[in-house]
Every structure is written in structure tokens, then in C-alpha cells.
């Protein structure tokens, strides 16, 4: 079966900083692998999506994510925080027609 | 272009009472899907519409149901509320077919407070 696993639930750097949000999944098939966000208050948006063909990912805003098999991850960067990016972040996997999503991570950003 | 629109936007209720959960889906998406997302338990889904029917279903009891219309909207209905069943519940919309690698457009939530 499908998982998702995003470790830890709370992330906080420093504006300008990396951003580094951690994704590994487990399936018996080969996934489609998305990231999504949700600000404050507001309801869940796509940030980047990982069916098939390349393995780096590009998306909104300025985040990227690396599909790598070898390591089953599929983790979330952005090279440089702004304060706009605090915000929940959700891990998502789909695989026979059902969506999986991990526990979700809050990232904060210091200014 | 609208999004994905869900009334009520906050709704209380007590134990042992119906709540009925309303959703439109972005003008041309067939496919409509509902989430629990509770405190502490993360998102998880519930229920899955495509063309009329029931594709997929979370686990969750059969209190949970819900219906899609002829013009692509839905309903959630949750029976008997028990007060874990607080939490915000999102509707998404998408194009039909495999929910799998559609992407998935939300609406705002609807609030669910069980006394």
C-alpha cells in the first residue's frame, strides 16, 4: 500500500535561508508524488507535481523537488525563504487511483 | 474562473445530530473529492465522485456518505455526529478520470464544530 512519510512536523529558518522539506514514500507501484501548501486560513494549493519523465521537478513560487527511486524520496527545496512561504506543507502520493497525504509540515520563517 | 466553493463555511452541531456538507466543483471538472482534516490526525480521505458515482471511499464509517449531483456538485453527510467528528472538511475538484495524477484544486473548507 501507498504511504507517505514526512519526518518531523515543524521546520524554522531563517529568512533567506535553504529550505529543506523531507518526503520518502513506500509503494509497490511506481507513484505519482505532489507536494501542496496551505497558507493560513486558506485552502490547499499545488505547488509541484511528479508523474513520469524528469526526476527534478520545478514549481511554483520557486520550489523544486527530486524524485530519486534509490532513496524512495521525493523532498521539497527553495533555495531562499521569504516570509511568505510560512505555510503547512503536504507530502502527497497517488497510486491506484487513491491520494495519500503525510502528516503535512509547518514551516516558519524568521526574519 | 471560479474555484472550488463549499457551504457552509463553519457549521455547529451536537451529538447525535446530521450535518450536510455542500461543494461546487470548478466549471468543467467531473471529479469531486472530500477530506477530514482533524486536529492531530492530518488529512485523510474520505470520499471520491466521478460522473455520478462512488469511486473510492476512506476509511471511515458508513455514517460518512454522500452524493454527487447531475451537475457535478456534492454533498457530504455525516450521520450521527460524535465529537471527534470536529475538524475541517475540504471538497477538491478535478478532471474526471484516475484521481491518481489529476491535480486536485481545493475549496475553502467547511468548518464542523460538534458540541
Known amino acids: 500500500a501507498q504511504s507517505v512519510t514526512q519526518l518531523g512536523s515543524h521546520v524554522s529558518v531563517s529568512e533567506g535561508a535553504l529550505v529543506l522539506l523531507r518526503c520518502n514514500y513506500s509503494s509497490s507501484v511506481p507513484p505519482y508524488l505532489f507536494w501542496y501548501v496551505q497558507y493560513p486560513n486558506q485552502g490547499l494549493q499545488l505547488l509541484l507535481k511528479y508523474t513520469t519523465g524528469a526526476t527534478l521537478v520545478k514549481g511554483i513560487n520557486g520550489f523544486e523537488a527530486e524524485f530519486k527511486k534509490s532513496e524512495t524520496s521525493f523532498h521539497l527545496t527553495k533555495p531562499s525563504a521569504h516570509m511568505s512561504d510560512a505555510a503547512e506543507y503536504f507530502c502527497?502520493?497517488?497510486?491506484?487511483?487513491?491520494?495519500?497525504f503525510g502528516k503535512g509540515i509547518t514551516l516558519s520563517v524568521r526574519p | 474562473e471560479a474555484g472550488v466553493t463549499q457551504s457552509p463555511t463553519h457549521l455547529i452541531k451536537t451529538r447525535g445530530q446530521q450535518a450536510t456538507l455542500r461543494c461546487s466543483p470548478i466549471?468543467?471538472?467531473?471529479?469531486v473529492y472530500w477530506y477530514q482534516q482533524a486536529l492531530g490526525l492530518g488529512l485523510q480521505f474520505l470520499l471520491w465522485y466521478d460522473e455520478g458515482e462512488e469511486r473510492n471511499r476512506g476509511n471511515f464509517p458508513p455514517r460518512f456518505s454522500g452524493r454527487q449531483f447531475p451537475n457535478y456538485s456534492s454533498e457530504l453527510n455525516v450521520n450521527a455526529l460524535e465529537l471527534e467528528d470536529s475538524a475541517l472538511y475540504l471538497c477538491?475538484?478535478?478532471?474526471?478520470?484516475?484521481?491518481?495524477?489529476?491535480?486536485?484544486?481545493f475549496g475553502p473548507g467547511t468548518r464542523l464544530t460538534v458540541l
Open positions: 477538491a475538484s478535478s478532471l474526471g478520470g484516475s484521481s491518481s495524477y489529476n491535480e486536485q484544486f
Open positions: 502527497v502520493g497517488g497510486a491506484n487511483s487513491k491520494l495519500t
Open positions: 466549471s468543467g471538472h467531473t471529479s
